[in-house]
């Protein structure tokens, strides 16, 4: 059967969807838990972490397992680990359970993470591999804004299950998916044989010629190249590996979710009523869905540092502005300039660094090691994730709003001076390529190219 190119990294990207679901989700099922479930401020904090937690677990031990078993064998499980954690909190007739549900939610969010970026990036040719790993990106978005929208759905019923359950449909359409998924061709090269990996690349790759090329450099870097394990403590790597952890961590602390977990406790500090708030999250979604379509289609035209920077600078000048205008202004009248000023925070942060982080993780790291290297900067990525999570309410209560944001401001300049020193420039070049020039910057073996 002839597989269509672009539905491999549509399903591919499937669990990106799945991720931004079950992100979005939980603020609107909060709100009815309670009523069937009873909740004091320490369980309900358990409901929220317990995933973060579970993602923390799943990107780690994922890495790894993806270098071992392949990436697709593994989307398999996290499809199926999916399906299970939907089910225990659809259904679940007490505390333990829904925890237990969220926890097991989050072992499959952590893992496909970790295993989607790093999918895309090898099956993508060069010249798209920035456009289509940010397909990854645009699958979160959809997610987070259908979970929006479901929760909009479903307030009247107060139908918290029907919003958890209903995660369940696309791990399904992810598990059928996966029949007509090819293996990755790198990770057929290295673990099964040339014949395999050609198959695949005939399917996205556009020339015999291409093919040849990238089929050659991966065989010398191959020869070159130690077990993972090796590559992954060896300390030619150690360098790029902690570059990695900082951009994930930096990814998170800019505060992109604060807004994202977050929007309608500050809509609600601004004085507007519930309705209005949670109408204008569907609103913020809706930008980030939007801005990411354009992000799929600039990824691989400007660099990635140069869109990283141009991020850094818009996201920080919205912060200032909306700070200074909530200062001056008060924030009771405030909420244009808010909604205004977090819709330009989304657009920034949706062109570049959401998009961008996704894309560069998996090309930084080497063949052997880029599994694990990304499941592990994924896991301190969802260390981020919840140190915004749990922080961002306590400053929200602490500090005045205007404070609050001045604070991520700072992180946003601090970010910028990251990527500007320490990050390299990918786009354009083959992973292999990439690859070749860590190995001969650090102490590596380097095949002759
Ligand atoms: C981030 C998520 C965030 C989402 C928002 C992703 O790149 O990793 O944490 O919720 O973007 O669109």
């Known amino acids: 059967m002839k597989i269509n190119k ?6 591919g990207a499937l669990g990106g969807l799945l991720y931004g679901y079950d992100n979005g989700v939980i603020s609107g099922a909060l709100l009815f838990i309670d009523k069937d479930i009873p909740l004091n401020q320490y369980t309900e904090g358990l409901v ?6 579970g993602a923390i677990i799943g990107a780690g031990g994922s890495g790894p397992l993806s270098d071992r078993i392949g990436r697709r064998r593994l989307v398999l499980i996290i499809a199926l680990v999916y399906i299970i954690g939907s089910l225990l909190m659809a259904f679940s007739p007490n505390i333990a359970v829904l925890i237990l549900g969220r926890f097991v939610i989050g072992l499959a969010v ?4 970790a295993t989607v970026p790093v999918y895309l990036s090898e099956m993508a040719p060069t010249e798209f591999r920035g456009s289509l790993g940010s397909l990854n990106q645009l699958m979160i978005t959809i997610g987070i804004l259908v979970a929006f929208l479901v929760n909009y759905a479903f307030t009247d019923i107060e139908g918290w299950r029907w919003m958890l359950g209903l995660a369940v449909v696309p791990s399904v359409i992810l598990l059928i998916g996966i029949a007509f998924m090819p293996e990755s061709p790198r990770w057929l090269l290295e673990h099964r044989s040339e014949k395999a990996a050609r198959d695949v690349m005939k399917i996205t790759f556009n020339s015999d010629k291409e093919i040849d090329h990238e089929i050659k450099e991966m065989r010398e870097i191959s020869k070159v190249s130690e077990s993972t394990l090796s590559v992954l403590k060896s300390p030619w790597l150690r360098p790029t590996l902690i570059v990695g952890c900082v951009f ?25 009523g519930e309705a209005t708030s949670i109408l204008g999250t569907v609103g913020i979604g809706t930008v980030n869905v939007l801005v990411t379509i354009i992000a799929v289609f600039i990824a691989d035209k400007v660099g990635r540092k140069k869109l990283l920077v141009t991020g850094n600078i818009g996201m920080v000048a919205s912060l200032v502005i909306m700070a200074i205008l909530i200062w001056t202004m008060g924030i009771k009248s405030s909420a244009v300039i808010i909604i205004i000023c977090l819709s330009l925070f989304i657009v920034f942060f949706g062109l570049t660094w959401g998009p961008i982080l996704w894309v560069m993780l998996p090309e930084m790291f080497p063949m052997r090691a880029r599994g694990a290297a990304t499941g592990i900067a994924t896991l301190v990525l969802n260390f981020g994730t919840l140190l915004v999570a749990q922080i961002f309410p306590i400053l929200n209560s602490a500090l005045s709003t205007e404070w609050v944001f001045l604070i991520f401001a700072v992180i946003g300049i601090l970010a910028m001076l990251f990527v500007i020193k320490y990050l390299p420039e ?7 390529e990439i690859e070749y020039d860590l190995r001969k910057r650090t102490s590596a073996k380097t095949p002759d190219m």
């Open 48 to 53: 929220v972490s317990a995933m973060v937690v």
């Open 248 to 272: 994930a961590l930096f990814q998170q602390i800019v505060g992109i979710n604060a807004i994202i977990f977050y929007a309608p406790k500050i809509f609600g500090k601004a004085g507007l």
């Open 6 to 11: 672009s539905l491999i990294f549509i399903l």
């Open 426 to 432: 990918t786009r354009g070049r083959s992973l292999e």
């Open 110 to 113: 952590g893992g496909s993470m």
